[in-house]
């Protein structure tokens, strides 16, 4: 089951990109068939879908987003 977190979307992105050296909108990707999560604006109800690229040993290499449609 996809995780639902409910903040702002722009800050949400920022604080990705402060923490992870790759954050890409990718709207075609194929980690996004099943995200990790989607986040929800409370404000505007803008959703976004968001996954993690990870290596087979689970170490994160990057992290995906886009618009949900």
Do not use: C
Request: charged share 35%; aromatic share 10%.
């Amino acid at each position: 089951m996809t995780a639902v977190v409910k903040k702002d979307i722009n800050k949400f992105v920022k604080e990705l990109k402060m923490h992870y050296s790759d954050v890409w909108k990718m709207p075609r990707s194929e980690y996004l068939k099943k995200p990790d999560f989607v986040v929800v604006d409370p404000k505007s109800g803008k959703k976004i879908k968001v996954s993690y690229v990870s290596l087979d040993d689970g170490e994160i290499i990057s992290v995906v987003y886009d618009d949900l449609s």
